[in-house]
């Protein structure tokens, strides 16, 4: 076991928060729940990342992806992969 083991109201907290936003639901079974994952990790990477762009970039991928050009944290090669992508996916 992971030592320093956090406090039961620490998890029961926590498990009840992420109960509240909807990414665990619980099924009773006798006198405990069983606690299952209610969102797929790439549901939740697509929600956090339209969350960003919409209160940091006007709800614009356009300037999210200028931003990273102009950062040079993304090359011409980059946005040719990018580019060819979105034509892929719109055929």
């Keep these: 076991m ?3 083991r956090p406090h039961y109201n620490t998890v029961a907290t926590l498990v009840k928060f992420l109960e509240e936003k909807g990414f665990l639901v619980r099924t009773p079974v006798a006198n405990t729940f069983i606690y299952h994952v209610s969102i797929t990790e ?3 990477r697509s929600s956090t990342v339209g969350e960003v762009v919409e209160q ?4 614009s991928y356009v300037s999210l ?6 950062e040079d944290k ?3 090669e980059d946005l040719k992969k990018l580019i060819k992508k ?5 055929k």
């Excluded at 992806?65 to 102009?70: D, G, I, K, L, R």
């Design 65 to 70: 992806v200028s931003q990273f050009v102009e």
């Design 74 to 76: 993304m090359d011409l």
């Design 86 to 90: 979105i034509e892929t996916n719109k």
């Design 2 to 4: 992971l030592e320093p």
């Design 42 to 44: 790439r549901e939740y």
């Design 56 to 59: 940091y970039y006007g709800n």
